[in-house]
Structure formats: structure tokens, C-alpha cells
């Protein structure tokens, strides 16, 4: 089970999320099957967020979560500073979870700065509760050898394979669970980091390996920032052979995303772009797969050939407008009020730079071809003058 590492953050606003102000975990939650909860590192969750963790999923979804680090790096797993007493607390709160079926198991995160110390994780070892399993992720090298592997094996606790700076990406399973975090390889601060698909293609046999040893993998991406943990995970679930229609969706909007912020300038996505370079005797004489070219890059355009036409309702077309519903999507053309209004996710980013979506795009291969070419020709001699605004049932 293939996730990643937190789900609320707001740059994912765009490259997963459509709005702001959706339910991120249920939009999460349509797309992947697991997710490691991050903020139980900073914080108790409160039995009311808890609930809702086990409520607002669907019954196969899975979490894992971080000890407090009260546990892990303020009393560094020390019995003697009263880390069992924690541990029963916040078991206590996960309890839902586990009893739900929605539990995987609980990451201990091990803090930087603390080296080998057999006894001492022994000890931590002995007072876990026994109805949870348990992951460790160590932040120190000095922990990689054999009396290492042989006390996570006799406790039945998984050792957590990682790809960071600071270890090397040993692919060991001690117990029947086998767990990895993908952290990135940036220097300030690891997390952001984009994976390129040739980092990511030799993990696929380490994956299948760790599968081959364990009951069940649990592997997240942690790179979080700019919603390239979406991108990376959608990648190796694909890569595996085990990407839903869902995901691959999913995919292909994320991959979108960072297309446009790759070829829009960042001066350019607050404010539209004009025609100046077209002439308006040059847009009189462009036809159809020109106009298309302007308003879309070629990895959009294949896209919208993508969308089968059975999955597009032409509701609408006349002088004045133009509507369709793209499977659940909406479109509204307003010619009279030089407007375009739609409500897909990619759309939130073609708005600034008056682009089409693959959605829009379909549409208009779909519609009189006479219609489609009117319609372009008008809004490129308009152009400063066309508002592109989300749709709004």
C-alpha cells in the first residue's frame, strides 16, 4: 500500500485538490488507499479528530502514524522518563483505528542525534503495547548491523527502508510488515524535492523484493512540498503495474499541473497573456488545429483526445453559448458576456493564463467545427476582454 505522508498542505491546492475549501482526507482518500499521519508526530490528536479519521474514509482505507515526539525525541524512548505512561495515552487515542480496521501500525521516529544503544531500545522495546504493530526509522547510521536486525525481529518491529540523505537505502525486513518513506535527497530541506522517474525505477525491484519477504508494504512519500509526494507515489504505483483508473486520472492531472508551471513564467501566472504576436488578419485565417495549439500545449491536446466522446454531453450550442458536462465536469461557454466558466482542478491553473483544459479542449473537437473556430477565433481578438472563472453550481 503505496501513500503519502500527510495530506493537508495547501500547495496541494491545484496538483490533487480542486479548492481550498474541499475536505482534503476525503478528496485524498478517492485517490490512495493509505496515508501516514504526520501531525500525530507535533501533537496528541484529540478524540474527536480521532473519530473522524475512522468516519470520514472508506472502510478499506489505512493509516499509520508517527509517536508524539514527546516519546520519540523529547524523552528519546527512555523507559525511565516515563515514555510507557505516553505510550498508553496515545495508543488509547488510536484505539478506534485499530479496532476499525483502519490501523496499520505506529512509526517510531528515531531523532538524529541518538546513536546505537542496544539496551536502551530493548527496553523502549518491552513496554510497546502488544495489540500494535510497529514501525522504527532511524536517523543514524551506527544502528545499520546485525544485533540491530536480530532485537527488531525478535519484537516483530519493522525496520524502515529509506531514501535520504542521511542512510543508505537498505532494503532489510524484519517482520511480517515491510515499511519505507521516500523523504528526497534536497540539502534544506530534504522534503523539498522532486523526483525524477530514473531515481525512482530502481526502487521497483526493491519494492517487489520487500513485498516477496513481508505480509503487507507500507511505503509513503514525504517530500511533500509543491505536491510532488502526489506526483512520485502516482509514479511507482504505475511503474509497479498497480495503478487504479482512479489514480492514473490523477496522474495525469498532476503531471499537467507541472507541465504548465514548467513552460509558464512565474511573472506570467497571476496575469493573462496576450496576442500580441497574432495579428488579427493571422487569426482570421487560422483553422481549427492551430487555434487549438494556441490555447493548448501538446500534452493537453492528447489528453483531451483521451476523453472518450461517450463521456461528454453537448447540452448546448448556439450563438450565444455553448454548454457540455465532461463526466462530472460543467462547462459554460458565454460568448454574449465574453466568459468561460468550468470546475476541474486542472482549470484552477489555466484561469491565470487563459489556457484550456483538456475538458474545454474535448469540447470543442466535439462541437460544429464551424462553432469551435468562431468561438477561438473570437476569444484570441477578445482576448484581454474574456474572463476564464470557476464554475459554480
Same mark, same amino acid.
Given at each position: ?7 493537508? +498542505? @495547501?500547495?496541494?491546492?491545484?496538483? #490533487? $485538490? ?36 475512522? *468516519? ?18 523529547? *524523552? *528519546? ?24 480496521? @483502519? ?40 544502528? #545499520? ?13 519493522? +525496520?524502515?527502508?529509506?531514501? %535520504? ?35 525512482? %525505477? ?17 511505503? $509513503? ?83 483531451? @483526445? ?22 462530472? +465536469? ?27 483544459? *483538456?475538458?474545454?479542449? @474535448? ?27 470557476? +464554475?459554480?453550481?
Amino acid at each position: 500500500m503505496l501513500g503519502c505522508s500527510g495530506w493537508h +498542505y @495547501k500547495d496541494w491546492v491545484g496538483p #490533487l $485538490y480542486r479548492t481550498a475549501e474541499e475536505s482534503k482526507l476525503a478528496a485524498y482518500s478517492k485517490i490512495f488507499k493509505t496515508v501516514e499521519i504526520d501531525s500525530t508526530f507535533y501533537a496528541y490528536p484529540s478524540r474527536g479528530t480521532v473519530m473522524g479519521w475512522l *468516519k470520514y474514509t472508506k472502510p478499506d482505507f489505512v493509516y499509520t502514524a508517527k509517536l508524539p515526539r514527546l516519546i520519540t525525541h523529547k *524523552k *528519546k524512548l527512555n523507559p525511565k522518563q516515563g515514555v510507557e505512561d505516553d505510550l498508553e495515552r496515545f495508543c488509547e487515542l488510536m484505539e478506534p483505528l485499530r479496532l476499525g480496521g @483502519k490501523l496499520g501500525c505506529l512509526l517510531i521516529q528515531c531523532p538524529p542525534g541518538l546513536s546505537f544503544d542496544l539496551n536502551l531500545l530493548g527496553s523502549f522495546f518491552g513496554v510497546l503495547p502488544s495489540d500494535f504493530r510497529f514501525a522504527i526509522e532511524f536517523r543514524d547510521p551506527s544502528w #545499520l548491523r546485525d544485533e540491530t536486525w536480530k532485537l527488531l525481529e525478535r519484537y516483530r518491529v519493522a +525496520y524502515t527502508i529509506v531514501d %535520504e540523505p542521511l542512510l543508505p537505502p537498505t532494503a532489510m525486513v524484519t517482520t511480517d510488515i515491510a515499511y519505507m518513506r521516500w523523504h528526497g535527497r534536497g540539502k534544506r530541506p530534504w522534503y523539498n524535492y522532486h523526483y525524477k522517474v530514473e531515481e525512482l %525505477e530502481p526502487w521497483i525491484p526493491k519494492v517487489k523484493e520487500a513485498a516477496s519477504k513481508a505480509e503487507i508494504v507500507y511505503g $509513503y512519500f514525504n517530500n511533500h512540498y509543491h505536491g510532488y509526494a502526489v506526483e512520485n507515489c502516482l509514479q511507482v504505483l504505475e511503474m509497479l503495474g498497480v495503478i487504479t483508473p482512479e489514480q492514473a486520472e490523477a496522474k495525469q492531472t498532476v503531471e499537467g499541473f507541472f507541465e504548465v508551471k514548467a513552460v509558464v513564467p512565474t511573472t506570467l501566472e497571476k496575469r493573462p497573456i496576450t496576442l500580441t504576436a497574432f495579428m488579427p488578419e493571422k487569426i482570421d485565417r487560422m483553422e481549427f488545429q492551430e487555434l487549438l495549439h494556441v490555447f493548448m500545449d501538446g500534452g493537453r491536446v492528447k489528453r483531451a @483526445k483521451g476523453i472518450k466522446d461517450k463521456e461528454v454531453a453537448i447540452q448546448e450550442v448556439t450563438d450565444d453559448q455553448v454548454r457540455a458536462l465532461i463526466r462530472e +465536469y460543467h462547462l459554460l461557454i458565454d460568448l454574449q458576456n465574453r466568459a468561460i466558466l468550468h470546475d476541474c482542478a486542472d482549470w484552477s491553473r489555466c484561469i491565470p493564463v487563459k489556457q484550456f483544459c *483538456k475538458h474545454v479542449g @474535448k469540447v470543442m473537437m466535439l462541437i460544429p467545427r464551424e462553432m469551435a473556430v468562431k468561438v477561438m477565433r473570437k476569444i484570441c481578438l477578445e482576448r484581454e476582454g474574456w474572463e476564464f472563472k470557476p +464554475y459554480v453550481a
